[in-house]
């Protein structure tokens, strides 16, 4: 990402992708690696994506990354799907 220094960007567990969904219709999506479901709708556009799951979720044209977010450590142990409302 061109926000890092060298172009590289290391992601651990605490980091999800902020991902908007383009499309109209609602769709539930299973991550490719992680096998976690993500829902995105009309009203639920942007979710906070695993990275490992995002790069197989944003080769589709109706969805792309719009930032980075870190989890509280507490959020990233308990394993809970994390959603941005």
Do not use: W
């Amino acid at each position: 990402m061109s926000c890092c220094p060298h172009g590289t960007t290391t992601f651990n567990e605490r980091h999800r992708l902020r991902v908007r969904y383009q499309g109209g219709r609602s769709i539930l999506v299973k991550g490719p690696v992680t096998k976690a479901e993500y829902r995105f709708s009309g009203m639920d556009r942007i979710q906070l994506v695993d990275p490992r799951d995002a790069v197989g979720i944003i080769r589709s044209a109706l969805f792309r990354v719009e930032g980075v977010v870190e989890l509280k450590t507490s959020e990233a142990d308990a394993g809970r799907e994390v959603r941005d409302a």
